[in-house]
């Protein structure tokens, strides 16, 4: 289940389970009132039936003046249930006929103790229900998702023949003109494609399962030996020890791809760009001209220049999520950009 699909799905579960929980509390509350009222009522009458013949061995009988009692109405007390009966013959005394509260609450505990187990009996049901219900509520999104990934991947099938196409030919036309500006533009435009495909494939899959050992020092040395020659006027710089990592290798070469494209792409002439490795956190800096809205660069589609159509750092995130990175920046306008990732749960120790 797609992390979008399961936060969807306990959504649709909580809201559902939730509701309905808060529903039967509220039905079991006041069916433990009306038990409780009607405990009372017996408790009264064989109060009354007491009254009469004086056999009753779970009450006690005591005799007391007459006060401001009102007759045959049960008395709550700190620690008693009463109720008060005229005696026949007596003049000065009531005949009062109680239970101590103790042996009450005994009586109460009992009720409360069998709704408790239907409560929870009608709890697990009610779990089932949202169960079945936040699956059913998942297909519709299920369903799109899928027709939406089915969608891209054949359109990234059908980029394969002409991207390849271009890049046969413009290779040819740069052997027979060379150091051509205009040809060495539509070259950057095609890498750009075949960089943006490789992020859309990235974003189809799931790589958290898929994981191998390499040395994080000889990755960024040859991702940064790529990725500079697109960008001569930016000079990139590794500064660290080496250190092993055990991930999924291509979705984080996706990510430091990614970032450092963008450092490159939106520095400034005779800029650079620094990778250095502290506490477990890797951090890559550039002096470009910065973010105006860092909160916001993780959004899909969001971008602050003309340039790309926002999702390479949406995508960034993802992969992040996938790889249990955690990841940060620091953006200042004018003055570049450092992004953060927390390496601690990918470092072999």
């Known amino acids: 289940m797609k992390k979008v699909e399961r936060e969807s799905f306990l959504k649709s579960f909580f809201l559902f389970f939730f509701s309905q929980a808060l529903l039967l509390m509220t039905i079991f509350y006041l069916n433990f009132q009306k038990e409780q009222q009607t405990l009372d009522e017996q408790i009264f009458s064989a109060m009354r039936i007491c009254?009469?013949?004086?056999?009753?061995?779970?009450?006690?009988?005591?005799?007391?003046?007459?006060?401001d009692h009102e007759l045959y109405k049960l008395y709550k007390d700190s620690d008693s249930l009463s109720a008060y009966f005229t005696i026949p013959g007596s003049m000065k005394n009531y005949l009062r006929i109680y239970l101590e509260k103790k042996k009450y609450e005994e009586m109460l505990q009992k009720i409360e103790h069998t709704l408790l187990l239907e409560f929870i009996f009608f709890l697990l049901i009610t779990a089932l229900f949202s169960f079945f219900f936040a699956l059913y509520t998942l297909k519709p999104l299920r369903d799109a998702l899928r027709v939406t990934e089915e969608f891209i991947k054949d359109i990234l099938h059908d980029f394969n023949t002409p991207l390849s196409t271009l890049r046969l030919n413009i290779a040819m036309l740069a052997k027979e003109s060379h150091k051509n500006k205009k040809i060495q533009r539509i070259q950057n435009a095609v890498e750009n494609i075949l960089n943006l495909q490789s992020n859309l494939r990235s974003y189809l899959h799931s790589h958290s399962t898929q994981k191998e050992e390499f040395n994080l020092y000889t990755l960024l040395k040859e991702r940064v030996e790529a990725i500079e020659n697109n960008y001569k006027?930016?000079?990139?710089?590794?500064?660290?020890?080496?250190?092993?990592?055990?991930?999924?290798?291509?979705?984080?070469?996706?990510?430091?791809?990614?970032?450092l494209s963008n450092a490159g792409k939106y520095n400034k002439k005779d800029g650079e760009v620094l990778l250095y490795l502290e506490n477990s956190t890797l951090y890559i800096k550039d002096t470009g001209k910065g973010i105006k809205n860092p909160k916001r660069v993780f959004e899909r589609f969001y971008k602050e220049q003309d340039r790309g159509i926002g999702i390479g750092l949406h995508i960034v995130k993802k992969l992040c999520d996938e790889l249990e990175i955690g990841i940060e920046l620091y953006s200042e306008v004018g003055k570049g950009t450092t992004f953060r990732l927390n390496l601690e749960k990918l470092i072999k120790r």
């Open 51 to 67: 009254s009469f013949n004086l056999e009753c061995k779970e009450y006690k009988i005591d005799f007391v003046p007459k006060r």
């Open 233 to 259: 006027y930016v000079q990139y710089k590794v500064d660290f020890l080496e250190c092993q990592l055990y991930t999924n290798r291509d979705a984080f070469v996706r990510i430091i791809d990614n970032l």
